[in-house]
């Protein structure tokens, strides 16, 4: 990748006094005044844009100490300008390629709709309004309202429950109140505070026995040397990257961007160097290895339209892939049934008033893909694991289950994870990579299974229910169907692998993927999410993230019901 000149930052002249923030810091970034750019053509498309100029323009907070403040020489510093020099690094070839602009959290999504920005990384809370406006990368922050405490407290309060007759010390004004009132069944004891660097002062000298407030405020008491440590948190607000919407290869480059740092460790490195002792976000990692280059970005085209075109046929067009029990499959009657087939025919009901309004169209996952760039279908269904390879070609709704090598064994066996399995008759099917897995996940346990490789699953299956084998291990999506079918057979809530499983969506539609993505919230946040879960499954749901807040719009389709 072509190596670009050294460019100065790009800011607002600041205002008011702004102090540093941290004791273990990276090099700082000065602040300088650079020229507007000049304007490049409206019709390009943000990674174009991106590599014309030669920069990224980065939206950042100049006053959130370990995530972007400003020192006492006068630099930027903290964890998002370190993200960012990481990104421009591995896009443009140069760290310092990059123009650091200062925005609010209430001004960051008009930036980036005014095009002032190309991302933002501000400690923008990923919300349900938000997500209506712009488009949002992986987490990278998990905030939420936390506690503060000492280290010597840590085995005693575990979260709100435990401050029961204990002292909390709160900033005068915050949401940290009204949020504790709402989740202990206690009346809790408060300690106001005029600022928060007063509240950890009182901590540390005992006045209080917890600070409360937000995760991304407290971890300023974690510095170098700190006997502070943090609990929770227990309320969810994810903190992710923004950007435009309907920029599917500038998404695409965030993306798999992110899923690189955390394979290769350079998330944990940063993550560590500005908040060595906060608990960091779950993360999703995609199986596969595919990668984007900034340049190979510019040529990704978004499909548009899509809640148009249902609105105007009335009707869902789904692609399925059907012979996937119990996701999407024909039953004995021939008429399509499963998990997924319950859940968009959900969706329908809830966009047009009718849980039928959904037309099935059989198709191998390749030829779904295809019809989704095409627009010859609006979903995908059937097991479609969300891999980096996937991310290229379309686009995922948030994940609706689990899957990766799991365990089947006959009902009635007390194996119930790898360790049992110590000294046992093991089968997998050869060539499928189950074999390795094993054996590298037994290895780290020190069990060592007796593994006989088997060609076909159906051998496995009869070696199982003959007792020639204690279990069989395979990718889960394969096991489950079988298992269902055969009578005496099941599959154990273990998973040696994860790969999360999603319905497939039109490359860059970002209208749709949200529509998609917030009435999957919905469903979680009523329950009826689990519910239909629970009518195929008989272990727990994934943990959805659920992002605070509330839709602007209906979640219809259809502007009235019949």
């Known amino acids: 990748m072509k190596r670009v000149a050294f460019v100065l930052l790009h800011v607002l002249v600041l205002t008011g006094a ?32 991106i590599q014309a100029r030669g920069y990224l ?6 006053d959130l100490p370990l995530f972007c403040s400003v020192t006492e020489e006068g630099t930027l510093a903290g964890f998002e300008v370190d993200l960012g020099r990481e990104l421009a690094r591995r896009w443009l070839g140069d760290p310092e390629a990059v123009h650091f602009r200062q925005v609010r959290s209430d001004t960051a999504v008009e930036h980036i709709l005014a095009g002032d920005v190309d991302l933002a990384l501000a400690a923008l809370t990923h919300t349900q309004e938000r997500e209506e406006q712009v488009d949002f990368g992986p987490t990278y922050f998990l905030d939420g309202q936390a506690l503060l405490v000492r280290a010597s407290d840590v ?22 109140i009204d949020a504790l009132e709402a989740t202990v069944e206690f009346t809790p004891t408060f300690q106001i505070y005029t600022g928060l660097d007063q509240a950890i002062e009182g901590l540390a000298r005992g006045e209080v026995d917890a600070v409360a407030d937000l995760h991304r405020r407290l971890v300023r008491g974690l510095g170098s040397g700190s006997d502070l440590r943090l609990v929770g948190p227990y309320t969810q607000a994810p903190v992710a990257p923004a950007y435009p919407s309907n920029e599917p290869g500038f998404a ?27 608990p960091w976000p779950d993360v999703e990692i995609w199986p596969g290895a595919a990668t984007i280059t900034l340049e190979e970005a510019t040529g990704s085209a978004a499909r548009f339209g899509t809640i148009d075109a249902v609105r105007s046929r009335g009707r869902l067009r789904v692609a399925m892939v059907a012979d996937r029990p119990p996701f999407a499959y024909l039953d004995a009657m021939g008429a399509p049934v499963g998990y997924e087939v319950r859940l968009v025919s959900t969706l329908a009901e809830r966009w047009l008033g009718d849980p ?44 609706i289950y689990v899957a990766g090598e799991s365990m089947m064994i006959r009902a009635g066996s007390d194996i119930g994870g790898i360790a049992g399995l110590d000294g046992q008759r093991v089968a997998v099917v050869s060539g ?28 496995a299956i009869a070696a199982l229910e003959a007792g020639e084998v204690v279990a069989i291990v395979g ?65 727990s749901p994934p943990e959805v993230e659920l992002w605070p807040g509330s839709p602007t719009q209906p979640l219809r389709v259809a502007t009235s019901f019949p």
């Open 18 to 49: 702004l102090v540093g923030c941290a004791t273990n810091v990276s090099t700082p970034s000065p602040i300088e005044v650079a020229p507007t750019p000049t304007p490049l053509p409206p019709n390009m498309s943000l990674p174009q844009r």
């Open 57 to 62: 323009i980065l939206g950042v907070r100049y």
């Open 155 to 176: 085995l005693t309060i575990t979260g709100p429950s435990d401050l029961a007759g204990r002292t909390i010390g709160v900033v005068e004004g915050s949401e940290a």
């Open 252 to 278: 695409d480059l965030v993306a798999l961007t992110f899923q690189e740092m955390w394979v290769d460790g350079t998330f944990a490195d940063l993550y560590g160097r500005w908040f060595p002792e906060a």
């Open 356 to 399: 039928l309004a959904v037309d099935l169209l059989p198709a191998t996952r390749d030829e779904g893909m295809r019809m989704l760039r095409t627009g010859e279908a609006d979903l995908l269904i059937g097991a479609i694991p969300h891999t980096q390879e996937a991310e290229l070609a379309a686009d995922f709704s948030l994940t």
């Open 432 to 459: 499928t990579g189950s074999e390795e897995i094993l054996r590298r996940v037994a290895q780290d346990l020190q069990v060592f299974p007796v593994i006989i490789p088997k060609a076909t699953l159906e051998e």
């Open 475 to 539: 990718e889960r999506t394969e096991l489950l169907g079988p298992a269902y079918a055969t009578p005496g057979l099941g599959v154990t809530a273990l998973r040696l692998t994860q790969v999360p499983l999603a319905l497939g969506l039109p490359p860059g539609d970002s209208a749709f993927r949200d529509l998609v993505n917030l009435t999957l919230q919905a469903m979680v946040r009523d329950g009826t999410f689990a519910a239909i879960y629970g009518e195929w499954f008989d272990d």
